[in-house]
């Protein structure tokens, strides 16, 4: 009775994984825009471990014993290989979309980055602080903070005299702090008048203009967005004005998406611009506090003409985010070596239908 009992939950558990595991891999496919399909964009990596771990199981205790259950393996391979795919290329065993810097680079032609979601209630200023003071990145760049953090950080100003500072305390603060110029600087409110972004020049310390742009639209969970379809629309904007700029370009922020979503994917067709996680690691920088629901939130793309010298994601500052660090180095005469992505037809079609969609929920376009 009792062997019956076990066997009973056994069964029960795997079916039960075996429905979670093929709805996370299918729902996503659904073109809705609603949060309760896109949230499954995020736990690809969750699902296919899933799958592993009950392959594996039946592997061990039940595989000689029944030849019925062979559905619920078709269903595991199925979700292994679709899960798998989506992931395979933030692995080390896929190609590096982004070469590695030179080793005799010029320090001139090197810029480097700290960006961090804050959370706006944590009260641990001191370990980003600590952060900023080892590392020395030549730009900070804050989400979430709101004016109690723009005050902690105020010890920083010595060092970083250029300064965008958009105190709020609705969680959509943003800071700007760099030890290089700016210039051009702007600061937008593309969708909704209280979710800003940031678009400026930054001079190089080799005296290269760059175009910087930091955006953290708002994510499609109940209490904040109903749909994704602002956010998309807001990252497509930023990636259409982005693509029209001359020289090197850097987008970096909080996108609230994940890496392989449909939006961040399609926002690289039509930037071209390249993701330097790409054959290195997933760098999951949320939720710092539970190790099993994690994914990439926080992201920084480039055009090709950066190399990248380091990127790490850094110690937990009691954030649900961990911040990230990234070196990247001014090589445009290497190009050719790390082509960008060309949009077609379908591409821009894609990205014009999903930006009027967002621009009709937020009512329109905002003012500057």
Do not use: C
Request: aromatic share 12%.
């Amino acid at each position: 009775m009792k062997k019956k009992v076990i066997r009973i939950l056994g069964w029960s558990l795997f079916g039960i994984l075996a429905l979670v595991a093929i709805s996370a891999t299918l729902i996503p496919i659904i073109p809705s825009k609603a949060w309760y399909i896109r949230i499954f964009d995020y736990p690809r990596l969750q699902t296919f471990f899933i799958s592993i771990a009950a392959l594996a199981w039946y592997g061990i205790f039940y595989f000689k014993k029944k030849k019925w259950p062979l559905i619920f393996i078709s269903i595991f391979l199925v979700v292994a290989v679709v899960q798998g795919y989506k992931a395979f290329p933030y692995t080390p065993l896929s190609t590096k979309q982004v070469k590695w810097s030179a080793k005799d680079s010029l320090d001139s032609n090197n810029i480097s980055f700290l960006i961090s979601n804050v959370l706006q209630s944590n009260s641990s200023y001191g370990l980003l602080l600590k952060e900023i003071k080892t590392l020395q990145p030549d730009i900070v760049i804050t989400t979430e903070t709101d004016s109690a953090w723009q005050n902690a950080l105020a010890s920083i100003h010595v060092k970083y005299k250029y300064r965008v500072p958009i105190p709020l305390g609705n969680t959509y603060g943003m800071h700007l702090y760099s030890s290089l110029p700016l210039s051009e600087t702007q600061v937008r409110f593309l969708l909704e008048p209280d979710i800003p972004s940031i678009r400026t020049k930054v001079e190089m310390k080799s005296g290269e203009i760059i175009s910087l742009f930091i955006v953290h639209p708002r994510p499609p969970i109940p209490g904040e967005d109903d749909d994704s379809r602002e956010r998309d629309a807001e990252i497509l904007m930023v990636g259409q004005e982005a693509r029209k700029e001359k020289g090197g370009v850097i987008v970096a922020g909080d996108f609230n998406d994940v890496a392989w979503s449909e939006t961040t994917e399609l926002f690289q067709e039509v930037t071209g611009f390249l993701d330097p996680r790409r054959g290195r690691g997933f760098y999951n920088t949320y939720h710092a506090k539970y190790p099993f629901f994690r994914w990439p939130l926080d992201h920084i793309f480039h055009s090709n003409h950066f190399t990248i010298g380091k990127i790490e994601r850094l110690e937990s500052i009691n954030s649900d985010h961990f911040p990230m660090f990234i070196k990247l180095q001014y090589e445009p005469l290497r190009k050719n070596e790390q082509p960008p992505v060309s949009p077609d037809d379908d591409t821009r079609e894609k990205t014009e239908k999903t930006i009027r969609k967002g621009k009709a929920d937020a009512g329109g376009p905002r003012g500057e």
